[in-house]
């Protein structure tokens, strides 16, 4: 009958998961996505290799206002089950490094191809240019309008993401669609994110990337610290320690802190190795300019940012004394970096936040408050690191909907 069909908003990765583990359990599930094509975002992802999963699946790379959900949802759902999902498929998974699994053929394509087989093989009927448009619940059906008219089913599954990434198909349309449900949300905010300086001097770094470390305060306080690459732009910073942090700062600014960044351009050297390795170049009779000899250990570009914060006040090799010294190392070992804003969801992987996972059902993600609804994916207040956990979510989540 056309009304036990199950309706599923959203192609990306939670939608085509669970669209497949219904279809095989002989439901009749009809795929609607606003996008000309499936799963953009998987297309994209990992700079089109898909970082598709994670071998260390743990809690606390995962993030939300109800850690215990996440705890639930997780439960016997670690990587063997992803993988033998996606093998069920024809695909197979290869480690990279930090536990990181990507398909073999390290293209993200062949991830949306498989899914989009599979899922017509088992009987799923996708429509793409479809855009959901509102929902109704009128006593034990569903009323889904759609940019392609009115349709109805027994089941309704939300899986249309966040507002992160609108030029892949990021939406808030789901928010209002559960929200008009009864449901809560937990606010939302860019994640895995660039971030925006108002200094002037970054500009003059553009295209600089440093192994550095960053650490993060908010009003002063030290918050969190992350290494990897540093990667000045000309709105700010960017790069994976940046992307790494970007949670907390994002949150941090929607609450009006103050957020500065301390950057350890050399972090692999300690403060004091630093200083004798640099007690250990300074020759007394060169007059060489102090800029020439910073470029022996740092890129040109930076060089003046670190004569100013520093405020040397010499320019010659000759007249380093140890005082000008250490404000130098000091200066390389914490250059500020004012933060004004984040590039927003446009620049973001992921949104923090979403509906309240209080009112969802761990096991089934079915709604606590509306028989017969359910969610998955980064619709819930649930994200993750960046390495693959927040596909781990969404493929977990979309295969507890069609169990
Ligand atoms: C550039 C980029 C790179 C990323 N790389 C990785 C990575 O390597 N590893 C990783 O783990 N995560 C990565 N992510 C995050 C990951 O893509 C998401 O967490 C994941 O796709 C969320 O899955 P989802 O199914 O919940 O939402 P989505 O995959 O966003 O799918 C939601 C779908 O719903 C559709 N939709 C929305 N509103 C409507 C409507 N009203 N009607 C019909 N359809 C609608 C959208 O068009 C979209 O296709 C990346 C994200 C981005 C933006």
Redesign the pocket.
Same mark, same amino acid.
Request: with cysteine.
């Given at each position: 009958m056309h009304n036990e069909k199950m309706i599923i908003?959203?192609? $990306?990765?939670?939608?085509?998961v669970a669209a497949i583990c219904s279809a095989r359990l002989g439901r009749q599930v009809l795929l /609607? %996505?606003?996008?000309n094509k499936? $799963?953009?975002?998987?297309l994209?992802? *990992?700079?089109g290799? @898909?970082?598709? $999963?994670n071998k260390y699946i743990a809690l606390h790379r995962f993030h939300s206002e109800n850690p215990v959900f996440a705890e639930e949802v997780l439960r016997g759902y670690d990587l063997p089950v992803v993988e033998k999902f996606f093998t069920s498929i024809g695909l197979e998974l290869v480690e990279g490094k930090e536990g990181k699994m990507f398909p073999m053929s390290l293209q993200a394509s062949s991830v949306v191809e498989l899914l989009e087989y599979e899922a017509k093989r088992v009987g799923v009927e996708i429509v793409c240019d @479809?855009?959901?448009?509102g929902i109704e619940k009128k006593e034990q059906d569903f009323t889904v309008e759609?940019s392609q008219g009115s349709m109805t089913c027994k089941k309704l599954v939300i899986?249309?993401?966040?507002p992160?990434?609108p030029q /892949? *198909?990021?939406?808030n349309?789901?928010y209002a669609?559960a929200t008009k449900m009864g449901h809560s949300l937990i606010p939302r905010h860019p994640s /895995?994110v660039q971030l925006c300086s108002d200094e002037s001097w970054v500009k003059g770094c553009a295209g600089v990337k440093v192994a550095g470390l960053a650490k993060l305060y908010a009003n002063g306080e030290h918050i969190t610290e992350k290494k990897g690459d540093l990667l000045f732009t000309n709105y700010g910073i960017s790069g994976l320690a940046i992307l790494d942090l970007s949670r907390e700062v994002s949150t941090r600014l929607a609450n009006f802190d103050y957020c500065e960044l301390s950057l350890d351009l050399i972090p692999e050297l300690s403060k004091e190795k630093l200083t004798n390795l640099l007690l250990a170049r300074v020759k007394k009779e060169s007059e060489k300019p102090l800029t020439l000899w910073l470029q022996g250990i740092l890129n040109k570009k930076l060089i003046p940012v670190i004569l100013e914060q520093s405020k040397c006040k010499v320019c010659t090799e000759d007249a380093l004394g140890r005082k000008e010294l250490n404000k130098l190392v000091h200066a390389i070992k914490n250059l500020k970096l004012s933060i004004s804003d984040t590039k927003g969801f446009k620049g973001? %992987?992921?949104a923090t936040g979403g509906i309240d996972t209080i009112e969802v059902n761990a096991q089934t993600m079915e709604s606590k408050l509306v028989p017969n609804l359910y969610f998955?994916? %980064?619709?819930l207040d649930v994200?993750?690191d960046? *390495? $693959?956990?927040?596909?781990?979510?969404?493929w977990v989540s979309?295969m507890r909907v069609g169990t």
């Open positions: 908003i959203g192609a $990306g990765a939670a939608g085509l /609607l %996505e606003q996008n499936i $799963g953009k975002k998987i994209v992802s *990992g700079n290799k @898909c970082n598709i $999963g @479809c855009a959901v448009t759609t899986t249309s993401g966040s992160a990434a /892949l *198909g990021g939406s349309a789901g669609f /895995l973001a %992987e992921v998955a994916g %980064e619709i994200d993750g960046r *390495g $693959g956990f927040n596909f781990h979510f969404a979309g």
